[in-house]
């Protein structure tokens, strides 16, 4: 069950950008601290952002020639026999 959390003398600064990112990813103040809680708390979760940088980094790192179109469509055929 979710616990309720109060916090105190937050400085101003601090809420400020609290508040600017909250509004950035459209959630509520209370999300936006969560979000930024499970962040820190439990780094093995990833964004969707961080995910997506990382698939391209990998992409990159590949021979630009390796995997044609036509290649990855007829392993995927492959793969459903």
């Keep these: ?11 101003d600064e601090v809420y400020a950008r609290l508040k600017s990112s909250a509004e950035l990813h459209r959630r509520s103040l209370n999300s936006e601290v969560i979000v930024c809680l ?3 708390l439990m780094p093995g979760r990833q964004s969707p ?15 630009a020639d390796a995997f044609r179109a036509a290649d990855i469509d ?3 055929r492959e793969g459903r026999k």
């Design 38 to 40: 499970e962040s820190v």
């Design 74 to 76: 007829a392993a995927k």
């Design 1 to 11: 069950m979710p616990t309720t959390l109060t916090l105190k003398n937050i400085p």
């Design 49 to 63: 952002a961080e995910r997506l940088a990382r698939a391209r980094e990998l992409r990159a790192a590949l021979p």
